[in-house]
């Protein structure tokens, strides 16, 4: 009887002490949700790690997709949300708190191809617009042979090849291509999802890439940090200056020198930058500006905006080792008034 | 010092075992209508404003709005009965091979785990040997007969298809074949018919029911199956003209964009999708059921 009562002790001094060790740990810290964008997925977990190890505060980012970081934003589930693509007018006029866009850094859509035995090519936004409307099908097309002149463009059938998936890379895409040509913008469009005039899908920047490496004549969209990694031959695009550029890590961040509205929410493809390359955009941190939603602490809101207001600034410097873009000076200055506006039920953080 | 139960404890725990079991029946019909009302009611928006028109319409434009499930409806169906043909000559040839011929022994049991392993493969790496092995074999192919060298599209996914239901309609069949009496195969040979004869006029007939409930089984598979069909049907939504032209299927579209449908309206038709998804899955099930049931009464 003693034994079996001693036995129940020490069972008690057991959940105890699990009690004590995981009430420690929690030590009243503040830990944040966010959930959104896939395309800086590798960025944040960076940044997010960093910054645990500064702050001791941790971050939970599930990349579930720029339109799950938006819903859950919308259900209030999440301290941020982040999203590749901004929100239209009609969107935020849903929202009965202002919902603040903050950029983070840069990414941009490189082009593929596979032409065996042929070095770098070139493309001007008419014949890429051209090939996906599928009015230019071969690769010794007169035009093509006009802006290539010292190269023998082979008599190839062209495959265009796009993301079948919903992706932030579609809409960087198809927003260029409706900027540079009107008979896209007429028949197709922009959006995450388009409905493709010719081509094939693959999905994800893997499912592209597979394509067209596997695929003769075959252009295809990509993620410029997977074309990057993987060393793809891209192709050289003209920008609106008419110069040729191709997609770097310089090239993309030079995009965004260009006038850019106070809240952010503007597409930089085909700007006027004039080393900029033309298929470029913001990845933003989505926060509300009023803080004080779904009975959240003062002392979560202060970590919010400690948090985007890191990224934006010391954060940075983690941007160019994962081939991620950095925000030009300007534009994070502009980020950080956007911060300066955030408050907690009409307190200022 | 034995002790004995009084008999209404048995009697109590009989009881409560039998209820526990209808509690786990009757869960899984909750379930069923549950996932049905979900289905109905987040689709209801598409119902109402596409209605009827949606399962003939043959655009899907999410820029405009303009959904229509007829591509994706011919996609799935020509890529499941596709790979139901080219599986079904194989799937029976193996299962009578393991339920008649090679019932014992160490190969037998070495095949049967092979095909058992075969089944559990998951279904991505099923799509990424076809696109590294037979997509570059089908646009040889392609390019031999003069049609487009695509490489990806329909035949290459209904192979793959094929190849990942075989394990599911050979180890089915394999089964009720060895379940047929041996007094009917023996009565059979004495009367002096050839093991094929035995094979056609015996076991066939006897086992067919099981081996369309396999067959069955399968299709149902090769209906939902998404990865391995995204990875190799190309993802095109427009009606296939032909077998070497890219499509898509319901689930592979519903899997491609569901993450990043945002508007209201698109997120409704994807949902839709997958409603007539369930219902091709449950009518090819009850008729199926039907089958079953004429065979076994006649038999």
């Known amino acids: ?349 | 010092m034995k002790s004995y139960k009084p008999i209404e404890f048995v009697e109590i725990k009989e009881l409560l075992f039998k209820r526990l079991l209808f509690l786990c029946g009757c869960i899984a019909i909750v379930i069923l209508l549950y996932l049905f009302y979900t289905l109905v009611s987040e689709s209801w928006l598409s119902i109402k404003t596409i209605g009827f028109s949606f399962v003939f319409n043959h655009v899907w434009d999410p820029v405009r709005s303009h959904f229509g499930a007829l591509p994706f409806f011919i996609g799935t169906m020509v890529t499941a009965i596709m790979a139901l043909i080219i599986s079904l000559p194989f799937s029976i040839a193996m299962a009578l091979f393991l339920g008649e011929y090679f019932k014992e022994g160490k190969w037998a049991s070495i095949l049967k785990s092979v095909l058992d392993l075969l089944a559990g493969i998951p279904s991505v790496i099923y799509g990424f040997w076809g696109l590294f092995v037979l997509v570059p074999l089908i646009r040889q192919f392609e390019v031999m007969i003069g049609v487009t060298p695509l490489g990806v599209g329909i035949l290459t996914s209904s192979l793959v298809l094929a190849l990942m239901i075989i394990p599911y309609s050979a180890s089915i069949s394999r089964e009720v074949i060895a379940l047929v009496p041996q007094e009917l195969k023996e009565a059979a040979l004495s009367l002096g018919a050839t093991p094929f004869e035995m094979i056609r006029k015996v076991i066939l007939p006897y086992a067919k029911s099981g081996i369309f409930a396999g067959v069955l089984m399968s299709f149902g598979r090769a209906i939902s199956e998404t990865m391995a069909v995204t990875m190799l049907i190309g993802n095109v939504n427009k009606i296939p003209l032909s077998i070497f032209s890219p499509a898509n299927t319901m689930s592979s579209v519903i899997a491609n964009e569901f993450a990043e449908a945002t508007e209201a309206l698109y997120l409704s038709s994807l949902i839709e999708l997958a409603l007539i998804l369930f219902f091709v899955t449950a009518v090819f099930s009850f008729i199926g059921r039907l089958v079953i049931k004429k065979w076994v009464i006649s038999s």
């Open chain 1, 1 to 349: 009887m003693i034994n079996y009562k001693w036995r129940l002790n020490y069972f008690l001094l057991f959940i105890v002490s699990i009690l004590l060790v995981t009430g420690c740990a929690n030590n009243n810290q503040v830990e944040l949700q966010g959930a959104g964008a896939t395309f800086p997925y590798p960025l944040y977990s960076k940044m997010f790690h960093e910054y645990y190890k500064q702050f001791n505060t941790k971050i939970n980012y599930q990349a579930i997709g720029s339109g799950g970081g938006i819903r859950q934003l919308a259900n209030k589930t999440v301290d941020f949300g982040a999203s590749d693509a901004f929100m239209s007018d009609a969107k935020l006029k849903k929202f009965d708190n202002k919902i603040l866009h903050i950029p983070i850094c840069l990414g941009a859509v490189a082009l593929s191809y596979n032409l065996p035995d042929i070095g770098e090519i070139k493309l001007t936004p008419d014949t890429l617009a051209g090939i996906f409307l599928g009015q230019i099908t071969k690769w010794n097309d007169q035009r093509l042979k006009a802006i290539n002149p010292s190269i023998t463009l082979p008599n190839l059938d062209i495959v265009a090849v796009y993301r079948s998936d919903g992706s932030g890379t579609t809409f960087i895409f198809t927003d260029y291509l409706a900027k540079v040509s009107a008979g896209w913008m007429s028949k197709v469009g922009y959006g995450k999802s388009v409905n493709w005039p010719i081509g094939l899908g693959g999905k994800g920047n893997a499912g592209v890439a597979g394509i067209v490496k596997q695929t003769p004549g075959a252009i295809g969209y990509i993620g410029h940090i997977y074309a990057l990694q993987n060393k793809m031959k891209v192709v050289k695009l003209r920008n609106k200056s008419g110069n040729y550029v191709e997609c770097s890590l310089q090239s993309v961040s030079y995009a965004a020198d260009t006038v850019i509205p106070a809240d952010t929410r503007v597409s930089i493809t085909d700007t006027e930058a004039k080393y900029g390359y033309p298929i470029s955009g913001f990845t933003w941190i989505l926060a509300y500006q009023n803080q004080n939603f779904n009975s959240r602490t003062e002392a979560q809101a202060r970590e919010t905006k400690k948090l985007i207001y890191w990224m934006v600034t010391e954060g940075q410097q983690y941007a160019p080792g994962l081939q991620y873009a950095k925000l030009p000076p300007v534009v994070a200055k502009q980020a950080e008034k956007i911060l300066d506006s955030i408050h907690y039920a009409g307190k200022v953080l």
